[in-house]
């Protein structure tokens, strides 16, 4: 009997629904649904860095997505489903009532954008991530040393504390939090109570300071001392965190007469994006994977044993079972990479907007990136005079600090939108050989790089500067969707059609397409012009 799992990735602006066949990896369908509300530019405003999205996004999307998916199979596909994973962006909380209820899910709550889900790029709290690594520096404990040693304004515990302190209307109702990674397997199974969720490894390790050295989250002194907001919330939270290969729960009734399942398929612990995706993507010991998207996360595994008490300073954390269960799982990553270049897309369009044919306005600006692509790429890289950095978001690896600038020098007169566009690439590309760099200085082997995501699938001159910068092959893999895979993977054992994650990989997996070496003459030239980028950041 054929035997199907679904994967369900649910990124920045849209959830895809992937079902994949168990014995082959097969991908028989997919279907992608963008979350209506953010669209329509809801709850959001960039110029404060504000990203919000409501929890009714994640639930129509989820049911439509999931059912458009089967339809588009064999009857019988869906009769012989064994699981569901979900894998999501984060850290993006949201603050809960005594039931476990995302707050805007409450009337009284539905259109206030501080009690919805807070988007991994919200940096509204920055100030709150400021005090946080402040008092983590003076306890006898630094309760970051496991999360590279500096909290970011992107995680959880900055965004709790800083929704409570400029929203008092939240404060009679909110107990607890949840990630929605968390949340979207807890409604599946209908297992939303705040006791009967199993939270994710990966999401508490990375980004709550959970840690079984100081038995879970942080002791209550120590959130306290970070505000009164934060007093008597860890009673309402968890102890234990589960890896993605355990079940979270069955389908429960109500769901699977929506999707036309069984309330025997098993629903598993979901995972961060990034994580999965690497899983996806084959990763094994010590090989990188590139998640190069709007942003990147870069993710790589450890042996625990060859690791042992070694602590790398500056990355997204280091989590046992976070990627591979009995692996370390160790993150880094660029709060801009893509975003960086549509940034400038954005700069150079403007004047688009003032045509009364916006059609016509709209294929001039679809053009922009392919051709600055095209023009940069001729450029020699002895005349590669401009130097940028990359943080135009902040920056997440090395050393997170969301309150660095992006820049560019050495303009002149001559300085064309191509030869712009190149050193922002390739300040791209430094920036990536910055995180490489910190995980080999303290140890960790890199011996192989996989590239997967859109940037990695549309832009050869991306890829070609990348692999030249960074002095090493990519790989490129083959999958279209390997995040959506690598929850399927996850799926298939958690199910129990798999054993563990290495057997579901080796029938799954899908390869490569494409691999990009370096130009041994660009090596040595870019070695130098990298040389003036870490000046410029003085990293």
């Not at 979350?35 to 329509?40: A, H, I, M």
């Not at 969720?197 to 002194?221: D, I």
């Not at 990763?283 to 942003?295: A, C, D, E, F, K």
């Not at 044919?357 to 294929?363: L, N, S």
Request: proline share 4%; net charge negative; aromatic share 8%.
């Amino acid at each position: 009997m054929k035997k199907y799992v679904i994967g369900l990735d649910y990124g920045s602006d849209s959830a895809r629904a992937l079902v994949v066949d168990t014995e082959t990896g097969e991908q028989l369908a997919t279907s992608v649904k963008y979350y209506p509300r953010w669209v329509e530019g809801k709850y959001c405003d960039p110029a404060k860095n504000q990203y919000r999205q409501h929890p009714l996004d994640y639930l129509e999307v989820m049911e439509d997505s999931i059912k458009e998916a089967l339809a588009k199979c064999d009857k019988s596909v869906a009769q012989n489903v064994m699981g569901i994973s979900f894998d999501t962006t984060g850290s993006t909380p949201a603050l809960t009532d005594a039931n476990g209820t995302p707050l805007a899910m409450l009337p009284e709550y539905a259109e206030n954008p501080n009690a919805m889900f807070i988007l991994w790029k919200d940096h509204t709290a920055v100030v709150e991530a400021d005090e946080i690594n402040e008092l983590a520096r003076k306890c006898e404990v630094d309760y970051t040393k496991y999360e590279g040693g500096i909290y970011s304004s992107e995680w959880v515990w900055a965004k709790v504390l800083h929704m409570l302190r400029i929203d008092s209307s939240l404060k009679n109702k909110a107990v607890s939090w949840i990630e929605y990674c968390d949340w979207l397997p807890a409604v599946l199974t209908g297992n939303t109570a705040i006791d009967s969720v199993k939270r994710s490894r990966c999401a508490a390790g990375h980004k709550a300071l959970w840690h079984p050295e100081w038995g879970g989250l942080p002791p209550e002194k120590f959130l306290a001392e970070l505000g009164p907001e934060l007093v008597g919330m860890r009673d309402n939270l968890f102890t234990e965190t589960y890896t993605s290969d355990q079940p979270f729960g069955k389908l429960s009734a109500e769901w699977a007469e929506k999707l036309g399942l069984s309330t025997d398929v098993i629903v598993g612990v979901s995972a961060f994006d990034a994580h999965m995706g690497a899983v996806g993507a084959e990763i094994g010991l010590n090989t990188l994977v590139r998640i190069m998207g709007t942003s990147t996360c870069d993710i790589i595994v450890a042996d625990e044993k060859e690791l042992g008490d070694k602590l790398i300073p500056g990355i997204c954390g280091q989590v046992d079972g976070s990627v591979i269960p009995g692996m370390v799982g160790l993150e880094a990553g660029q709060s801009a990479f893509g975003d960086v270049y549509a940034w400038f897309k954005n700069v150079l369009s403007w004047p688009l907007q003032f045509l009364d044919d916006k059609e016509q306005a709209k294929v001039i600006e679809d053009k922009i990136i392919p051709a600055l692509s095209e023009e940069a790429a001729k450029i020699p890289v002895e005349e590669s005079t401009i130097v940028a950095t990359d943080w135009l978001n902040g920056r997440r690896t090395p050393d997170a600090n969301q309150n660095l600038k992006g820049t560019i020098t050495g303009l002149n007169l001559g300085s064309s939108a191509p030869r712009i566009f190149r050193a922002l690439v390739e300040a791209t590309a430094f920036g990536s050989k910055a995180i490489a760099d910190r995980f080999l200085e303290n140890g960790v082997k890199v011996d192989s790089v996989v590239a997967i995501g859109g940037v990695a699938k549309k832009s050869d001159f991306v890829m070609q500067t990348l692999a030249d910068v960074m002095g090493m092959p990519i790989k490129v893999a083959r999958s279209e969707q390997s995040v959506a895979l690598g929850a399927a993977m996850f799926a298939a054992v958690a199910s129990g059609v798999y054993g563990n994650i290495d057997e579901a990989q080796k029938a799954m997996g899908q390869g490569f397409e494409k691999t990009y070496y370096p130009i041994k003459e660009n090596v040595k030239q870019y070695a130098e012009i990298y040389k003036e980028y870490q000046k410029l950041g003085n990293i």
